[in-house]
């Protein structure tokens, strides 16, 4: 598979890391939107939102739950907001499901 995520996932394209746990990793966008930007990736490779199913609830809930955790770390907890695309259309260009935090 040739997805620049599984890549930075498994350490062979270096990234500046701010999270990881045994389900995600987050890191800084090399392309910031805004002062803080950091995506969050699942590990397991899902193309898009549009591909999430009710077997992936679980990793979707910790997910969810992680985003708060990451956001204090990074001192934006008070005020962040949460991005997905789903397809080319919509803005996404990374095809592995990723959720952009970022500062207002």
């Not at 990074?74 to 095809?95: C, H, K, M, P, Y």
């Amino acid at each position: 598979m040739n997805c620049i995520f599984c890549k930075i996932i498994e350490g062979s394209i270096p990234s500046a890391m701010v999270y990881q746990d045994d389900k995600l990793v987050a890191f800084n966008d090399i392309n910031p939107a805004a002062p803080v930007h950091v995506l969050i990736v699942p590990r397991e490779h899902i193309a898009s939102a549009a591909a999430v199913t009710d077997a992936h609830a679980g990793l979707m809930g910790h997910i969810w739950a992680t985003i708060p955790k990451i956001a204090a770390k990074l001192g934006i907890q008070d005020n962040f907001r949460v991005i997905t695309n789903s397809g080319g259309e919509a803005g996404q260009t990374v095809f592995h499901l990723h959720f952009h935090l970022q500062s207002p």
